[in-house]
């Protein structure tokens, strides 16, 4: 067995070769070590990264560690990727993962029911974009599928783990008026929080469409 010295080294090394979030599991599995030295050294690294003033950060994200930048820096690295455009998530897109977020495990139609509009394609987008994914199938009539939010979830919103979510009590109270979710307080909050600022708003293929379809459904 390695000593606290090497393995901490080859931690280091595997997070920079990796990329994604390094899995304690998979870690220990390399280095021949129990999953409890390899977290503890995880964060002792984490925490002298944390005391150094460096410029990367080690952050965990449910359970795995991944290097990051020190958000100080943010402005440096705005610089150095301009004219790199970051783009958000449409409104639609936004309204369909706070609710998974929230609410999961979830099913499509307890979405719509909140929405007061299909959302399909929706989910078909966050789903390829890796922010959502199936989660088994409710015991429901039909056993329609449930989903819930990702490790890239996590990773995209600098979410340690779902018990960092905002503490918003009134979004599980929202309701439905005229067919569209309620414009209140709370919901603005879960916009703010799940917000990707940037310069182009990036619709799901077929979003609008799909919208309109909804919208024409509810009228009817």
Do not use: H
Not at 107 to 122: L, M, P, Q, Y
């Amino acid at each position: 067995m390695y000593n606290d010295k090497k393995m901490k080294a080859a931690l280091e090394s595997m997070m920079f070769v990796l990329g994604d979030p390094l899995d304690v599991k998979d870690a220990a599995a390399v280095l021949d070590a129990d999953k409890m030295t390899v977290r503890r050294l995880l964060e002792e690294l984490r925490q002298e990264y944390e005391e150094g003033d460096r410029g990367i950060r080690i952050r965990e994200i449910d359970g795995s560690y991944q290097w990051v930048t020190d958000p100080e820096n943010a402005i440096f690295i705005e610089k150095l990727c301009t004219p790199v455009r970051v783009r958000r998530l449409s409104q639609a897109a936004l309204e369909v993962l706070a609710i998974i977020a929230y609410r999961q495990p979830v099913t499509r139609s307890e979405i719509d029911a909140i929405r007061g509009i299909k959302s399909e394609r929706v989910l078909d987008g966050l789903e390829n974009r890796g922010l959502i994914e199936e989660a088994g199938r409710s015991e429901g009539v039909g056993r329609p599928i449930l989903y819930r939010t990702t490790r890239e979830f996590l990773r995209l919103f600098g979410f340690r783990n779902l018990d960092e979510l905002p503490d918003i009590q009134e979004f599980a109270e929202l309701k439905r008026e005229d067919g569209r979710a309620e414009e209140n307080g709370a919901y603005q909050q879960v916009q703010l929080v799940f917000d990707l600022t940037g310069e182009e708003e990036d619709k799901m293929p077929s979003e609008a469409a799909e919208e309109e379809k909804g919208e024409a459904d509810a009228n009817q």
